[in-house]
């Protein structure tokens, strides 16, 4: 719920920094838009890898260890 209100207050602030045409603020909101994007897809990423492994019956040691392993491999 918080990512998804992240992510509508920064399309409002920059649809706002449009219509008063401040390219500089239209661009960085931009930016912060697509890393939360980003952001949100490696925390589904986590989330469906932890689900996954509490369905094959890993332990917890095992579940940190796949998905950081997981998280890693996304990351390079």
Known sequence: EEYEQRSST???LADEAKELN???TVNFLRDLEKEQ???GL???TILDEVRSAKLAGMCPVQTDQHVLN???HQLH
């Open 37 to 39: 994007q980003h952001d």
């Open 10 to 12: 920064l399309a409002q």
């Open 42 to 44: 490696l925390l589904q």
């Open 70 to 72: 997981v998280v890693s």
């Open 22 to 24: 401040d390219d500089s």
